[in-house]
Each structure stands twice: as structure tokens, then as C-alpha cells.
């Protein structure tokens, strides 16, 4: 994944620039190695990791639609800002998360683990369908 001169960068001077997403960017099954994007990424679409790992190097802001990790890890050097759509699934967040928006685990017996501090603002919505477990 790299951000090239097109219609979802913002500048082709800034040596790792803002890329937007507005359909599907999935990192899926059978790959050895994470993909990382060292811009900024900004996502009204929907972003799928399927048991592997993503990164953004210089965080992650997501205005609408969804953020899906379905067995796999989604991290960021910075934080990630959610302020629209939805984060929900089965895998692993390392990163500062700023929910204002919604954040539920995927399935019956799903999970999302949040390694790094979890802010959640007054317009957000988190759901669970099971017991939560606090330490």
C-alpha cells in the first residue's frame, strides 16, 4: 500500500501524504508481511484486515463507514480518531482510540482488544452483547 499521485492524495510534494479511502481497502488471508501506509489515512469507506495486520504510521481518522478487523490488528503510530462510522469485528486495536462514533465487537462471542488508551466522547456509542470484563 502505497499513497501515489491521484484522486485520494492530497499532495504529491509532502513525502507521505494524506490518503483518503472512500471504498474498500482489504488486507486479507495468506500474506507474510503487514501492510503500513506512512501518511495520514482518513476513511469514509470500509477497510477490512482479515487475520493479518495493518498499520498507518502517522495515525488514522475515520469520518464514515466502517473499520473491520476480523481476526487481525490494526495499529497506529498516532491515534485513531473515530468520528463517524463504525469499529467492530474480532481482533486487536494497538493504538490511542477516540471513539465518537460507534465501536462494537463482531458476533456473539466477539472481542476487540485495545491496547493503548480508549477515550470515548459524549456523541459516541460502544455496544456489547456479552458480559464486560473491566480491570
Not at 466502517?66 to 485513531?80: F, V
Not at 465501536?103 to 482488544?113: A, E, K, L, N, Y
Request: charged share 15%; with cysteine; hydrophobic share 35%.
Amino acid at each position: 500500500m502505497r499513497g501515489v499521485p491521484g484522486p485520494f492524495v492530497d499532495s504529491e510534494e509532502d513525502p507521505f501524504p494524506k490518503m483518503h479511502n472512500a471504498g474498500l481497502l482489504r488486507v486479507s488471508y495468506g500474506h507474510e508481511h503487514a501492510a503500513t501506509y506512512r501518511g495520514h489515512f482518513v476513511n469514509s469507506g470500509m477497510i477490512e484486515v482479515q487475520n493479518n495486520t495493518l498499520s498507518f504510521d502517522n495515525g488514522h481518522s475515520q469520518a464514515a463507514g466502517g473499520t473491520i478487523r476480523n481476526d487481525g490488528l490494526l495499529s497506529a503510530g498516532s491515534s485513531i480518531y473515530l468520528t463517524g462510522g463504525r469499529l467492530s469485528g474480532n481482533g486487536a486495536v494497538s493504538a490511542v482510540v477516540v471513539n465518537a462514533a460507534k465501536v462494537s465487537p463482531g458476533g456473539s462471542t466477539g472481542m476487540i482488544i485495545i491496547v493503548g488508551s480508549y477515550t470515548q466522547t459524549g456523541s459516541s456509542d460502544c455496544r456489547f452483547t456479552n458480559d464486560v470484563v473491566t480491570r
